[in-house]
C-alpha cells in the first residue's frame, strides 16, 4: 500500500509543478490512497489559503471541493482506521531518532508516522526531507519526478 503526502494530493486538484506527473501516476497506481483527517485538513486548508492569497476564486475553491468530494466517492481515497496515540508514539520516535540530523518538520513526521501506522510500505512526496526520513522509518519511496 502507497502512503500519498498532502503536497502531491493537491497537485491534483491545482496546476503546479508536478500535477501532470500526478495524475498520470494516480492513473497508473491504481489503487485507492488512504486518506486520513490529517491529510484532508491539509488539502482543504491549502486550497483556502490559495482563495485567501487572490490565487483561487471562491468559484474555483468550490469546483475543487466538489471534485475532491467526487473523487473520495468514487473510490479514489479510502478512510484507513487510525490510532492517532499510536501515531504520535511513531512520531515521537523518528523525531527522536532522525529529526537532529535531517531536520524534520512536526506535519513531515505526522505523516510518516501514519504511513507506518496504517502498514504502509511505500511513500510518495515531493519533499526531500520526509523522502529521506521516509527511507530512514523503511518505506520504498516513490518517485513522481521526471
Known amino acids: 500500500m502507497v502512503y500519498v ?20 501516476w494516480l492513473k497508473e497506481n491504481n489503487e485507492a490512497i488512504p486518506l486520513t483527517s490529517f491529510h484532508e485538513l491539509e488539502l482543504i486548508n491549502a486550497i483556502h ?30 478512510r484507513p482506521q487510525l490510532d492517532w496515540s499510536a501515531i504520535f508514539i511513531h512520531a515521537i520516535d523518528l523525531s527522536e531518532r532522525h529529526s537532529a540530523s535531517i531536520g524534520s518538520r512536526s506535519v513531515d513526521i505526522l505523516h510518516v508516522a501514519s504511513a507506518l501506522s496504517i502498514n504502509a510500505d511505500r511513500f510518495l512526496t515531493l519533499d526531500d526531507r520526509q523522502t529521506s526520513l521516509a527511507a530512514l522509518a523503511g518505506l520504498k519511496i516513490e518517485n513522481i519526478k521526471k
Open 5 to 24: 503526502d498532502t503536497s502531491v494530493i493537491v497537485k491534483l486538484y491545482i496546476k503546479e509543478e508536478y500535477s501532470r506527473d500526478t495524475s498520470n
Open 49 to 78: 489559503l490559495k482563495q485567501f492569497r487572490t490565487e483561487l476564486t471562491l468559484a474555483e475553491t468550490r469546483l475543487i471541493m466538489a471534485r475532491f468530494e467526487e473523487h473520495e466517492k468514487s473510490g479514489i481515497y479510502y
